[in-house]
Protein backbone atom coordinates (compact mmCIF):
# COMPACT_ATOMS: atom_id res chain seq x y z
CA UNK A 1 0.00 0.00 0.00
CA UNK A 2 1.52 3.28 -1.17
CA UNK A 3 2.18 5.81 1.68
CA UNK A 4 2.36 9.30 1.98
CA UNK A 5 3.99 10.56 -1.62
CA UNK A 6 5.50 14.16 -1.45
CA UNK A 7 7.33 15.80 -4.63
CA UNK A 8 9.83 17.24 -5.09
CA UNK A 9 12.08 15.35 -2.99
CA UNK A 10 14.67 17.98 -3.34
CA UNK A 11 14.61 21.32 -4.59
CA UNK A 12 16.85 24.02 -4.94
CA UNK A 13 15.72 27.96 -5.63
CA UNK A 14 17.04 31.53 -5.60
CA UNK A 15 15.85 33.96 -2.85
CA UNK A 16 12.58 35.64 -4.34
CA UNK A 17 11.36 32.67 -6.53
CA UNK A 18 7.96 30.80 -5.93
CA UNK A 19 8.16 27.28 -4.80
CA UNK A 20 5.39 24.26 -4.60
CA UNK A 21 5.55 21.14 -2.84
CA UNK A 22 3.14 18.50 -3.20
CA UNK A 23 1.56 16.19 -1.51
CA UNK A 24 -0.96 12.99 -1.66
CA UNK A 25 -2.05 11.53 1.25
CA UNK A 26 -2.84 7.87 1.89
CA UNK A 27 -5.77 6.70 0.16
CA UNK A 28 -9.08 7.25 2.42
CA UNK A 29 -7.20 9.53 4.89
CA UNK A 30 -9.35 12.83 5.53
CA UNK A 31 -6.44 14.88 7.39
CA UNK A 32 -3.65 15.98 6.21
CA UNK A 33 -1.18 18.11 7.80
CA UNK A 34 1.88 20.18 6.86
CA UNK A 35 5.35 20.01 9.26
CA UNK A 36 8.28 21.85 8.70
CA UNK A 37 11.49 20.37 10.13
CA UNK A 38 14.88 22.58 11.17
CA UNK A 39 17.27 22.03 13.36
CA UNK A 40 16.89 24.78 15.30
CA UNK A 41 12.93 24.19 15.95
CA UNK A 42 12.44 20.26 15.21
CA UNK A 43 9.44 19.35 13.66
CA UNK A 44 6.86 22.15 13.50
CA UNK A 45 3.01 21.69 12.17
CA UNK A 46 1.95 24.52 9.85
CA UNK A 47 -1.17 23.84 8.88
CA UNK A 48 -3.48 21.13 9.17
CA UNK A 49 -6.64 20.11 6.64
CA UNK A 50 -9.54 18.07 7.55
CA UNK A 51 -11.93 17.00 4.62
CA UNK A 52 -10.08 19.08 2.26
CA UNK A 53 -10.86 21.81 5.03
CA UNK A 54 -7.81 23.69 6.53
CA UNK A 55 -9.15 23.82 10.07
CA UNK A 56 -5.50 25.57 11.86
CA UNK A 57 -2.82 27.27 10.25
CA UNK A 58 -2.01 28.98 12.89
CA UNK A 59 1.50 27.63 12.65
CA UNK A 60 2.35 29.35 8.84
CA UNK A 61 5.22 31.27 9.42
CA UNK A 62 3.77 34.37 7.52
CA UNK A 63 1.51 35.64 4.50
CA UNK A 64 4.23 34.34 1.73
CA UNK A 65 3.53 31.07 2.66
CA UNK A 66 -0.09 29.70 1.89
CA UNK A 67 -1.73 25.80 1.63
CA UNK A 68 -3.94 24.59 -0.60
CA UNK A 69 -6.24 21.23 -0.97
CA UNK A 70 -8.13 20.98 -3.59
CA UNK A 71 -9.51 17.28 -3.24
CA UNK A 72 -8.97 14.39 -1.03
CA UNK A 73 -6.02 13.27 -2.84
CA UNK A 74 -3.76 16.28 -3.56
CA UNK A 75 -2.61 19.06 -1.83
CA UNK A 76 0.03 21.66 -2.07
CA UNK A 77 1.79 24.00 -0.21
CA UNK A 78 3.49 27.28 -1.80
CA UNK A 79 5.97 29.96 -0.76
CA UNK A 80 6.13 33.27 -2.57
CA UNK A 81 8.84 34.46 -2.55
CA UNK A 82 11.14 32.14 -1.22
CA UNK A 83 13.97 33.55 1.89
CA UNK A 84 16.79 31.72 2.54
CA UNK A 85 15.55 31.12 6.05
CA UNK A 86 12.86 28.76 4.37
CA UNK A 87 15.66 26.51 3.84
CA UNK A 88 14.02 23.08 5.56
CA UNK A 89 12.72 19.76 5.38
CA UNK A 90 9.20 19.96 4.39
CA UNK A 91 6.73 16.94 5.51
CA UNK A 92 3.32 16.34 4.58
CA UNK A 93 1.39 13.63 6.71
CA UNK A 94 -2.12 12.72 6.95
CA UNK A 95 -4.01 10.45 8.90
CA UNK A 96 -7.67 8.98 9.57
CA UNK A 97 -9.80 11.43 11.91
CA UNK A 98 -6.89 13.96 12.39
CA UNK A 99 -5.56 15.29 15.44
CA UNK A 100 -8.45 13.41 17.57
CA UNK A 101 -7.85 10.89 20.23
CA UNK A 102 -5.71 8.09 19.18
CA UNK A 103 -5.19 8.66 15.71
CA UNK A 104 -1.89 7.96 13.97
CA UNK A 105 -0.22 10.16 11.66
CA UNK A 106 1.96 9.10 8.72
CA UNK A 107 4.63 10.87 7.23
CA UNK A 108 5.40 11.03 3.96
CA UNK A 109 9.88 11.15 2.88
CA UNK A 110 10.20 15.00 2.89
CA UNK A 111 10.83 17.53 0.44
CA UNK A 112 14.22 19.07 1.20
CA UNK A 113 14.04 22.75 0.17
CA UNK A 114 17.18 24.79 -0.11
CA UNK A 115 17.79 28.91 -0.92
CA UNK A 116 20.09 30.14 -1.87
CA UNK B 1 3.49 26.99 27.43
CA UNK B 2 3.01 23.24 26.46
CA UNK B 3 6.71 21.79 26.43
CA UNK B 4 8.02 18.18 24.98
CA UNK B 5 11.71 17.79 26.20
CA UNK B 6 13.89 14.73 25.38
CA UNK B 7 16.78 13.44 26.76
CA UNK B 8 19.50 12.92 26.02
CA UNK B 9 20.08 14.65 22.68
CA UNK B 10 22.49 11.88 21.72
CA UNK B 11 23.49 8.91 22.85
CA UNK B 12 26.20 5.83 21.47
CA UNK B 13 25.35 2.33 22.49
CA UNK B 14 27.78 -0.62 22.09
CA UNK B 15 25.67 -3.52 20.46
CA UNK B 16 23.70 -5.49 23.34
CA UNK B 17 24.26 -1.86 25.62
CA UNK B 18 20.40 -1.53 27.06
CA UNK B 19 19.73 1.70 28.18
CA UNK B 20 16.39 3.96 28.00
CA UNK B 21 15.33 7.41 26.11
CA UNK B 22 13.60 9.79 28.13
CA UNK B 23 10.41 12.11 26.91
CA UNK B 24 9.35 14.76 29.74
CA UNK B 25 6.14 16.68 28.79
CA UNK B 26 3.91 19.62 30.81
CA UNK B 27 1.00 19.56 28.32
CA UNK B 28 -2.35 19.85 30.32
CA UNK B 29 -5.18 17.42 29.10
CA UNK B 30 -2.73 14.97 27.23
CA UNK B 31 -5.17 13.30 25.00
CA UNK B 32 -1.60 10.62 23.77
CA UNK B 33 1.82 10.41 23.79
CA UNK B 34 3.66 9.37 20.22
CA UNK B 35 7.10 7.66 19.60
CA UNK B 36 8.42 7.85 15.99
CA UNK B 37 11.76 6.80 14.76
CA UNK B 38 13.54 8.67 12.02
CA UNK B 39 15.72 7.60 9.98
CA UNK B 40 18.09 9.88 8.28
CA UNK B 41 16.82 11.31 4.51
CA UNK B 42 13.11 9.89 5.79
CA UNK B 43 10.05 10.85 7.20
CA UNK B 44 9.17 9.46 10.82
CA UNK B 45 7.91 6.33 10.70
CA UNK B 46 5.47 5.53 14.03
CA UNK B 47 6.17 2.82 16.42
CA UNK B 48 4.09 3.29 19.86
CA UNK B 49 1.06 5.34 21.03
CA UNK B 50 0.42 5.90 24.92
CA UNK B 51 -2.62 7.03 26.19
CA UNK B 52 -2.71 6.61 30.42
CA UNK B 53 -0.15 6.84 33.03
CA UNK B 54 1.05 2.68 33.45
CA UNK B 55 0.72 1.79 30.14
CA UNK B 56 3.54 0.05 28.63
CA UNK B 57 3.83 -0.93 24.82
CA UNK B 58 6.56 -3.44 22.85
CA UNK B 59 8.46 -4.30 19.79
CA UNK B 60 10.89 -5.94 19.46
CA UNK B 61 13.65 -4.50 21.34
CA UNK B 62 11.71 -1.15 22.09
CA UNK B 63 9.40 -0.98 25.10
CA UNK B 64 7.61 2.15 25.57
CA UNK B 65 6.40 3.25 29.27
CA UNK B 66 4.74 6.05 30.31
CA UNK B 67 3.81 8.17 33.91
CA UNK B 68 2.47 11.47 34.42
CA UNK B 69 5.20 13.34 33.66
CA UNK B 70 7.25 11.36 31.24
CA UNK B 71 7.66 8.40 29.09
CA UNK B 72 10.50 6.35 28.46
CA UNK B 73 11.41 3.61 25.65
CA UNK B 74 13.34 1.39 26.59
CA UNK B 75 15.83 -0.53 23.98
CA UNK B 76 16.75 -4.27 25.27
CA UNK B 77 20.04 -5.41 23.30
CA UNK B 78 20.31 -3.08 20.55
CA UNK B 79 21.43 -3.68 17.22
CA UNK B 80 23.13 -1.36 14.45
CA UNK B 81 19.94 -1.51 12.45
CA UNK B 82 18.67 0.45 15.44
CA UNK B 83 20.53 3.68 15.31
CA UNK B 84 17.98 6.44 14.46
CA UNK B 85 16.60 9.41 15.57
CA UNK B 86 13.77 8.77 17.92
CA UNK B 87 11.01 11.53 18.17
CA UNK B 88 7.94 11.95 20.80
CA UNK B 89 5.07 13.51 20.48
CA UNK B 90 2.02 15.10 22.78
CA UNK B 91 -1.50 15.85 21.46
CA UNK B 92 -3.35 17.58 24.38
CA UNK B 93 -7.02 18.65 24.70
CA UNK B 94 -8.03 22.10 24.52
CA UNK B 95 -11.53 22.48 25.06
CA UNK B 96 -11.37 22.43 20.77
CA UNK B 97 -11.68 20.29 18.25
CA UNK B 98 -7.74 20.06 17.85
CA UNK B 99 -5.52 18.77 19.67
CA UNK B 100 -1.93 19.93 18.15
CA UNK B 101 0.81 17.65 17.82
CA UNK B 102 4.11 19.07 20.12
CA UNK B 103 7.47 16.97 18.79
CA UNK B 104 10.65 17.25 21.25
CA UNK B 105 13.54 17.53 19.12
CA UNK B 106 14.87 13.76 19.35
CA UNK B 107 17.20 11.70 20.71
CA UNK B 108 19.68 10.52 17.85
CA UNK B 109 20.51 6.97 19.09
CA UNK B 110 24.03 5.35 17.49
CA UNK B 111 24.55 1.96 18.07
CA UNK B 112 27.92 0.81 17.11
CA UNK B 113 29.28 -3.02 16.82
Known amino acids: DAGVIQSPRHEVTEMGQEVTLRCKPISGHNSLFWYRQTMMRGLELLIYFNNNVPIDDSGMPEDRFSAKMPNASFSTLKIQPSEPRDSAVYFC??????????????FGEGSWLTVV | EDQVTQSPEALRLQEGESSSLNCSYT??????LFWYRQDPGKGPEFLFT???AGEEKEKERLKATLTKKESFLHITAPKPEDSATYLC??????????????FGRGTQLTVWP
Open chain 2, 27 to 32: VSGLRG
Open chain 1, 93 to 106: ASSLGGHTFGNTIY
Open chain 2, 89 to 102: AVRADRGSTLGRLY
Open chain 2, 50 to 52: LYS
